[in-house]
């Protein structure tokens, strides 16, 4: 899921934790790429936290911020309600065409890139009747323990403290330039992510369809999602 999406789900699930804890919501699929595969960053929150009650105690929330985000991916990627991940029960053979042929992926690659778009149907109707979750994620990525942040998440999940820094204000910036409650603003966004995951530019009119149909394939459902994502933080965080 993106930001906004797991910002809300966490507020609704456990009240607002500060930003500690909001950067741990998102930070994994930030830092994922570059440096560290996205296996890497979406694991061992519970050893994280352990190191940080040892290194640094006042970041633990970090760790459970980021626990929350695997929780939550594991219902969008994975498994939701007895079948494949929540994201995944929308990809079609349609949807699939549409990536092809807008984003420049080959086909065997193309299902799990489009399992993004039920993700941004979601964040788009996230984002535009919560205002507050972006005007939140923002406050994060411009807090004043920002570069310690960094420190602590590479010393333990690796890469460069100052590389995660830059990705970071490179992901503030595109959150100042696009409104993330539009779709043209979300696409935008996706025509980043395509462009420094696979090299090419895609066809915005392409992307902006894609998020559209997304929404309505999950326009009926996604609020049950979001209620049981939430009632999965609770559970594996009280
Ligand atoms: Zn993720």
Redesign the pocket.
Request: aromatic fraction near 10%.
């Given at each position: 899921?993106f930001p906004g999406t797991h910002v809300y789900i966490v507020n609704k699930a456990l009240g607002k934790r500060g930003v500690l804890f909001d950067l741990g919501t998102f930070i994994?699929?930030i830092a994922?790429g570059t440096s560290r595969t996205?296996k890497v960053?979406?694991s061992k929150a519970d050893e994280f936290r352990a190191y940080l009650e040892k290194k640094a105690p006042t970041f633990v929330d970090l760790a459970d911020g980021i626990k929350t985000?695997?929780v939550v991916?594991e219902l969008g990627d994975e498994h939701y309600r007895g079948g494949k991940g929540y994201a995944f029960q929308y990809v079609d053979k349609d949807l699939i065409d549409l990536v092809v042929k807008g984003c420049g992926i080959k086909r065997p690659e193309a299902r799990k890139v489009a399992h993004n778009f039920p993700e941004f149907g979601i964040e788009y109707l996230v984002n535009s009747q919560h205002q507050g979750v972006l005007t939140q994620i923002k406050k994060a990525l411009t807090s004043s323990q920002l570069q310690e942040v960094c420190e602590h998440y590479t010393a333990f999940y690796g890469g460069n403290s100052n590389v995660l820094y830059l990705e970071l204000e490179v992901f503030s910036n595109i959150l100042t330039e696009n409104n993330l409650t539009t779709v043209k603003g979300l696409a935008n966004l996706w025509k980043l992510i395509n462009f420094a995951r696979y090299k090419v530019i895609p066809d915005g009119d392409i992307v902006r369809q894609l998020i559209l149909t997304s929404k309505s394939r999950v326009m009926s459902t996604y609020n049950d999602f979001l209620q049981s994502a939430i009632d999965e933080v609770k559970k594996t965080l009280k």
């Open positions: 899921m994994p699929d994922s996205f960053t979406h985000h695997i991916d």
